[in-house]
T-cell receptor
Framework: AQSVTQLDSQVPVFEEAPVELRCNYSSSVSVYLFWYVQYPNQGLQLLLK??????LVKGINGFEAEFNKSQTSFHLRKPSVHISDTAEYFC??????????????FGQGTILTVHP | DTAVSQTPKYLVTQMGNDKSIKCEQNLGHDTMYWYKQDSKKFLKIMFSYNNKELIINETVPNRFSPKSPDKAHLNLHINSLELGDSAVYFC?????????????FGPGTRLTVL
């Protein structure tokens, strides 16, 4: 079975500061990795995903994430945040292969609050 | 032209009632999911259908029954509602059975059981 741990439940940061949201996963098989964002009272929207190849993945809204297989991590970063980035961020994995049918296992979420 | 839509957006009901939540996607996808997000924002998959066939059925009480009349729709019926069923229910869809395809989520249905 897979599991995902988001190490920070809340991350407050000032506008234009850099931010890193941490995600670690556990799996005995290869996985695909995803970051989703949930704005208040909305559904989830994909920010980026890692499937294979380059370990640095760029997504929408200036976010990027780096896959580190040895540390089983997939941390999300943004060099300069905006007020509009205030939201909850979810890290998720799906098994690469087998019969999981793309089932996503989510972390507990990290609330990013950007202060002016 | 919402991609994944859910109705209703809010649902308030009494314990013991039966209710349904509907989901429709216009993306031409053939795999759909139901997720439950509890009060602590933890998201957990409940069911998945591919071309009207049930392919994922997590450990969910029998009171929850999904129904897919066609591949664009996946409804969730809940019998004998309990307080613990209060949550936000998200529908999602994606193309095919591949593990890497992006799932597109609906706006959620907030169910409150009194």
């Amino acid at each position: 079975a897979q599991s995902v741990t988001q190490l920070d439940s809340q991350v407050p940061v000032f506008e234009e500061a850099p931010v890193e949201l941490r995600c670690n996963y556990s799996s005995s098989v290869s996985v695909y990795l995803f970051w989703y964002v949930q704005y208040p009272n909305q559904g989830l929207q994909l920010l980026l995903k890692y499937l294979s190849g380059s370990t640095l993945v760029k997504g929408i809204n200036g976010f990027e994430a780096e896959f580190n297989k040895s540390q089983t991590s997939f941390h999300l970063r943004k060099p300069s945040v905006h007020i509009s980035d205030t939201a909850e961020y979810f890290c998720a994995v799906s098994v690469a292969g087998g019969t999981s049918y793309g089932k996503l296992t989510f972390g507990q979420g990290t609330i990013l609050t950007v202060h002016p | 032209d919402t991609a994944v839509s859910q109705t209703p957006k809010y649902l308030v009901t009494q314990m013991g009632n039966d209710k349904s939540i509907k989901c429709e996607q216009n993306l031409g996808h053939d795999t759909m999911y139901w997720y439950k997000q509890d009060s602590k924002k933890f998201l957990k998959i409940m069911f998945s259908y591919n071309n009207k066939e049930l392919i994922i059925n997590e450990t969910v009480p029998n009171r929850f029954s999904p129904k897919s009349p066609d591949k664009a729709h996946l409804n969730l019926h809940i019998n004998s509602l309990e307080l613990g069923d209060s949550a936000v229910y998200f529908c999602a869809s994606k193309s095919g059975r591949g593990m890497s395809d992006t799932q597109y989520f609906g706006p959620g249905t907030r169910l409150t059981v009194l």
